[in-house]
């Protein structure tokens, strides 16, 4: 296949890029710079300049394919996120699936698969949910099911395929968010946050490593199927067991507990209701339309992984007495 990907250099679209590759397909990657050009050339794809938000260049630089990957974001990495950064996130998320509906539509493309979140279902209860549950949108998740909308939309009206992927709460080595929890976990300076008055309610999270994320996505865009997919990995975590096992194999301090509103003047609403409000769900759906399942089936071999990676690329540095965060 001829596949574009939009949001190539980031930590999806790299590995997306790669894995696509390695399958022998032809990967267009999308960039902006020249920093992005090499990222695609490093991993095996030919890099074609544009911008998820000018339609025009996308419609030069996705000529030619059949497939179109929408993984592009602009997930804020701030201790306390802005509303002006949000924006630009929805910006990316809702406009950029525009952009590439319509190049869809002009280019001939059979296919457009689309990056969602599995949160934009979370339930005001905690509870399981699964694709057939209703939507509960907040500020963060509202623009992730806008965008879904708009490829249905666009499937329906120009007659191509649509495959969304609702994908767990990402991580991995490189990624600046877990990045972030692993220098403050060190530091003691990464607390669980908890529910309730006093912070004793642990919520659920359904996670997933990026790396079986682009192996889904690769292993969608070679299929016919159309659909909403939740795709996470196989057990659902709670943040007191994630950052606890997280904290264990980098040899620092077991967390501290505290109440998640006590946290939000520092890091804001929309934090702590991710890493307070449950969000229980399943890959189900995904493992039995495709020949798929996650490399990494748990936070287990995930954090083993991602510890493994620092700890050879210098991130860690271990002594008798401690381990240290080190900037590389």
């Known amino acids: 296949m001829n596949v574009f990907v939009a949001g190539a250099t980031g ?17 267009v990657g999308l960039a902006r ?19 998820v938000l000018d339609r025009e260049s996308l419609v030069e630089a996705a000529d030619g394919c059949d497939v179109l990957i929408h993984v592009a974001t602009a997930i804020p990495t701030s201790l306390k996120p802005t509303d002006e950064e949000w924006t ?12 590439l509906v319509a190049v869809a539509d002009e280019i001939d493309a059979k296919r457009l698969l689309l990056q969602s979140i599995v949160w934009v279902a979370r339930q005001p209860d ?3 949910f699964d694709e057939d549950s209703p939507p509960h949108p907040d500020r963060v998740t ?15 009206e120009y007659g191509f395929e649509v495959g969304i992927l609702r994908c767990g709460w990402f991580y991995s080595a490189d990624s600046a968010h877990t990045r972030q929890m692993g220098e403050g976990l060190l530091n003691g300076e990464f607390p669980i946050l908890g529910g309730g008055l006093l912070g004793r309610r642990d919520a659920t999270l359904s ?4 790396e079986d994320a682009a192996r889904a996505f690769a292993t969608a865009a070679e299929s016919n199927e159309s659909g ?13 067991t994630l950052f606890t096992a997280f904290a264990e194999r980098l040899g620092a301090p077991t967390p501290r507990r505290i109440p998640g509103w ?29 020949d798929w399942k996650p490399r990494y089936r748990s936070y287990r071999e995930g954090l083993d992984e991602v510890v493994e990676t620092w700890d050879e690329d210098g991130t860690l540095t271990r002594t008798p007495e401690d381990s240290v965060w080190s900037e590389n």
């Open 262 to 290: 006590l946290a939000r003047p520092l890091v804001g609403k929309n934090s702590v209701e991710l890493l307070t409000t449950s969000m229980p769900t399943t890959n189900d759906r995904f493992r039995e339309t495709f």
């Open 228 to 240: 909403l997919w939740h795709v996470t990995d196989d057990e659902p975590v709670t943040v007191a």
């Open 88 to 99: 630009r996130n929805d910006l990316v998320r809702v406009e950029g699936a525009r952009n």
């Open 142 to 156: 509202r623009s992730a099911l806008e965008a879904e909308r708009v490829v249905r939309r666009g499937g329906e």
């Open 11 to 27: 930590v999806l679209g790299r590995r997306l890029v790669a894995e696509l590759s390695a399958r022998n397909h032809h990967v």
């Open 33 to 51: 710079d020249e920093r992005g050009d090499e990222l695609v050339a490093e991993n095996g794809g030919e890099p074609r300049r544009g911008d």
């Open 207 to 210: 996670i997933l490593h990026v």
């Open 126 to 128: 905690g509870g399981r």
